[in-house]
């Protein structure tokens, strides 16, 4: 079970929630980039990068039976800020499809640079698997 926690008095975040709380079989997924399952980058283009790391997200999950509507928390961390604005009507429109569900407590970090030099995104993920 998953529930956006939203409280009293506050506005209703756009495309996050402020916090969820949910009961099941915790799933820590590392740091997830842009890259194939090979581990080869096929882009450099920022929202595309995203998308596959949503995907490489949600490869993990559901090798814990998990599905996106079980993620409770994400972590984005991104080389530049006004590259992510840029392709957000990109990266919301795939959110969308992939994941659907914005009650996800997230926080977009932007860093100086990413391990692997043609990363330009990097999203941790926690997901909660009912039992």
């Known amino acids: 079970m998953k529930k956006a926690l939203l409280p009293a008095g506050w506005v209703k975040p756009r495309g996050y929630a402020n916090g969820v709380s949910a009961t ?13 399952e090979q581990a080869r ?8 990068q995203a998308i596959q790391a949503l995907k490489n997200v949600l490869a993990v999950l559901h090798e814990a039976g998990g599905k996106p509507e079980h993620l409770v928390r994400m972590t984005w961390y991104v080389t530049d800020k006004r590259e992510y604005l840029a392709a957000l ?11 659907g569900d914005y009650d996800i407590a997230m926080s ?4 100086v ?8 995104v990097e999203i941790e993920a926690t997901a909660v698997v009912p039992q």
């Open 24 to 36: 099941g079989l915790q799933v820590f997924i590392a740091g997830q980039i842009g890259w194939d």
């Open 41 to 48: 980058f096929q882009t450099t283009d920022f929202a595309a």
């Open 89 to 99: 009507k990109d990266i919301g429109r795939a959110f969308r499809e992939l994941i």
């Open 108 to 111: 977009a970090v932007q860093v």
């Open 113 to 120: 640079a990413l391990i692997e030099d043609e990363a330009k």
